[in-house]
């Protein structure tokens, strides 16, 4: 059954991150990121992968541009890699990074595909990491200083910005858990973290204003959280770790107040005046949506808590049962297409009027199959008609970025993990279109 058909103007779009499929770390002055620094440290990330060829991007960009035209695509959303830009994460500008991005905006422009650019997204300069990351304050003022300069040059020609990728994974897996670069293990200690991306979120969307740039987001990754049980136990765990996940970054942006007096009290610096800056309007909301998670108290035996594979530290207080009864990806994850609907759903009773228009700025699934990945087309088409029943019940959302274009370094597991419509071959780099890509394709002329 052909899909039902979305609003007229709906975008179709894809999306990638500069770490994960650039490559070309050290050429062109381009500085060292913490995820150079972390993938290069032994045992980080699954069979010593690094990000330091990934698909490379950074030479074949003309090839994956003309893959995305023949999808017929409206948009294509990637990540500007901060230290390609700035090698120091500030002062000099290395005019050879910067020119690469405005090489691939006008590749895109050329073949009838609007840029939409993440400014952020995980890959932060090693040297703001070695003045202390995002647990400075000052990181939150230099990535503005960034901000500003790529809205200078790119302005004229990106069709959405949006500062942040998924400040939550950062803070939790890079600075709570160390399962991500920069690699630190702080637990609840890494809340100042948040802090300082929302306060670069906010000044970053200041900056991108003053240098012209229009139509600002973010692309934030929501959870629908069930509890594992009715306990008093385990929907006190669910309600604290949905606080966190979901609203941790929503309700500042939002509506300019932490999701709860704790957290609003555990943030740094002067909170009700960063909040201000923090909750400038923004002219639409992205989600990245996966999969749900089961949350239960934690484990009364003392067994670690573990997520995606990885054993949790001790001390968290929330464990996440495995989701049964419903078929999972390569990767684990449980397929729910409703969860989709209920994210969008829950968002809009939180945030009612509050919330822009939204975007669909990431979905996907990975499996192995190199050509014929029928689950990732039936994986797609769930999640879509879960999302148009959203539309018809009245949320705004405008568009759709399937994740990835092409399969990349998936960050702690490497190239174990494949999530393109495109498959690639990381011997030869030579790039496969899958049966998805085709099924992407057709059902997106149908829609027009
Ligand atoms: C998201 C990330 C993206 C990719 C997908 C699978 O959390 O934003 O970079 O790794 O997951």
Not at 229 to 249: H, K, Q
Request: proline share 7%.
């Amino acid at each position: 059954m052909p899909l039902p058909k979305f609003p007229d103007g709906f975008l179709w779009g894809v999306s990638s991150s500069s770490y994960q499929v650039e490559g070309a770390v050290d050429e062109d002055g381009r500085g060292p990121s913490t995820w150079d620094t972390f993938s290069a440290l032994p045992g980080k990330v699954l069979g010593g992968d690094t990000g330091r060829t990934a698909t490379d991007h950074y030479h074949r960009y003309r090839e994956d541009v003309a893959l995305m035209r023949d999808l017929g695509v409206d948009v294509y959303r990637f990540s500007v890699a901060w230290p390609r830009v700035l090698p120091d994460g500030a002062g000099a500008v290395n005019k050879a990074g910067l020119d690469f991005y405005d090489r691939l905006v006008d590749e895109l422009c050329a073949a009838g595909i609007a840029p939409a650019v993440t400014l952020f997204h995980w890959d932060t300069p090693q040297k703001i990491e070695d003045d202390g990351g995002w647990l400075n304050r000052d990181t939150a003022h230099r990535f503005a200083d960034y901000a500003a300069i790529v809205g200078a040059k790119l302005h004229d020609r990106v069709r959405m910005w949006m500062p942040l990728n998924e400040p939550m994974v950062l803070t939790l897996f890079g600075y709570g858990i160390g399962a991500h670069a920069p690699g630190r293990e702080l637990l609840f200690e890494a809340l100042p973290v948040a802090h300082h991306q929302l306060l670069g979120h906010g000044l970053a969307v200041r900056a991108l204003r003053a240098a012209g740039a229009t139509n600002i987001g973010i692309a934030n990754n929501h959870v629908p959280v069930w509890p594992a049980s009715e306990s008093p136990a385990d929907r006190s765990a669910a309600t604290l770790y949905d606080r966190i996940v979901n609203d941790l970054f929503a309700a500042p942006i939002l509506t300019g107040r932490y999701p709860t007096e704790e957290l609003a009290f555990a943030m740094p610096g002067p909170v009700a005046e960063d909040l201000e800056t923090i909750s400038t309007p923004l002219d639409w909301y992205g989600v990245n949506y996966y999969a749900p998670s089961k949350v239960a108290a934690p484990d009364a035996n003392g067994t670690p808590a573990r997520i995606d594979g990885a054993s949790l530290p001790e001390g968290l207080p929330f464990d996440f049962p495995l989701i049964e009864g419903y078929p999972v990806t390569d990767y684990g994850w449980p397929v729910v297409p409703d969860g989709l609907y209920e994210t969008l759903t829950t968002l809009a009773e939180r945030y009612g009027d509050r919330l822009p228009p939204v975007y669909i700025t990431e979905g996907g699934c990975s499996y192995h199959d190199k050509e014929h990945d029928t689950r990732r087309v039936e994986f797609l088409d769930g999640h879509l008609r879960a999302l148009h029943r959203a539309v018809t019940d009245g949320i705004d959302v405008r568009g759709y970025f399937v994740w990835s274009i092409v399969d990349n370094f998936e960050w702690a597991v490497g190239y174990s993990q494949r999530f393109g419509l495109v498959h690639v071959d990381f011997d030869t780099l030579e790039r496969t279109p899958k049966d998805s890509y085709h099924w992407y394709r057709d059902m997106i002329r149908a829609q027009r």
